[in-house]
């Protein structure tokens, strides 16, 4: 493993109340992850969340210390090249790659890698974000963007949808995915990527299904042009139900009317929802 910064910085601000929860070898210069309140173990999947970087062991025997740095700065081996700035995520194997959509956003590069094998220098989040600063594919699919609790199982979690949605000369198109009952919508935003043409409709509006249920419960443009918003922070409200949104045609007043019949909208939903704390050991 190359070392392209010289000396490392030394072994401070670690935790070593730490067990290795299994056997542990080469992965000194690696993220762990935490295997109980009391142990760690080695990174296997990139969505795992990283508690902070193996330092000094290079061999860890069942059930012995682990000194694992949990902030402040630390090199780390990355898995690709690393920028300056770039954030960090970590590989299935634990070492530090760019951070991607749907990962834990673990640090910060100030010292960049050329290369796999490399060492970068991170500054450590002392509580891992979700990934936030990534660009999510318009996809449709609901996707984890921030949660809070002890494990990445339990607690409050935040979830967007992101999806373009291509008009078919109906009066309303639906979004794929539905917003689960029990959750709370925190915004909802549109964009008329292109000119849309319609039948009758004036407006594009963002409601839910069926149109008898407000089609523009989410926001109304003021015409059909190219680049016209919708921004949207609805008033609180826990859904009792599932509920889905879906693209709307619409008159002046925002009631459905006629077909909208070619062109995309954009449409952004974030929601909250909770999972249920973990059982108890």
Avoid at 93 to 106: D, E, K, P
Avoid at 136 to 165: F, H, K, M, N, P
Avoid at 166 to 178: P, Q, Y
Wanted: aromatic share 4%; charged share 20%; glycine share 8%.
């Amino acid at each position: 493993m190359a070392d392209n910064f010289g000396p490392r910085p030394p072994a401070v601000e670690t935790e070593s109340g730490f067990l290795a929860a299994a056997a542990i070898t080469s992965n000194i210069s690696r993220f762990v992850k935490k295997a109980s309140s009391t142990t760690v173990n080695v990174i296997t999947a990139i969505g795992d969340l990283p508690f902070g970087v193996q330092v000094v062991q290079t061999t860890i025997a069942s059930g012995k210390n682990v000194s694992v740095k949990i902030s402040g700065q630390v090199a780390v081996e990355v898995s690709e090249a690393i920028a300056l700035n770039a954030d960090v995520g970590v590989s299935a194997n634990g070492r530090a790659q760019n951070c991607v959509a749907g990962q834990y956003h673990a640090a910060k590069c100030v010292r960049a890698a050329g290369a796999a094998g490399d060492e970068c220098l991170v500054e450590l989040f002392r509580i891992p974000l979700p990934n936030y600063v990534i660009p999510l594919a318009a996809s449709g699919a609901a996707v984890l963007v921030g949660r809070r609790g002890e494990s990445v199982t339990e607690g409050w979690t935040r979830y967007r949808i992101d999806e373009d949605v291509v008009m078919d000369a109906s009066a309303s198109n639906n979004l794929t995915t539905e917003t689960p009952i029990y959750a709370r919508i925190l915004l909802v935003q549109g964009n008329l990527e292109t000119i849309i043409t319609a039948t009758t409709a004036v407006k594009v509006g963002i409601g839910r299904v069926p149109s008898t249920a407000d089609p523009n419960k989410y926001g109304l443009t003021s015409a059909l042009t190219k680049n016209l918003k919708i921004d949207t922070i609805p008033d609180f409200a826990v859904l009792s139900a599932a509920e889905q949104m879906a693209v709307f045609a619409c008159d002046t007043n925002g009631a459905a009317a006629g077909t909208l019949d070619t062109g995309t909208v954009r449409v952004v939903v974030e929601y909250e929802v909770l999972d249920s704390l973990d059982d108890a050991a």
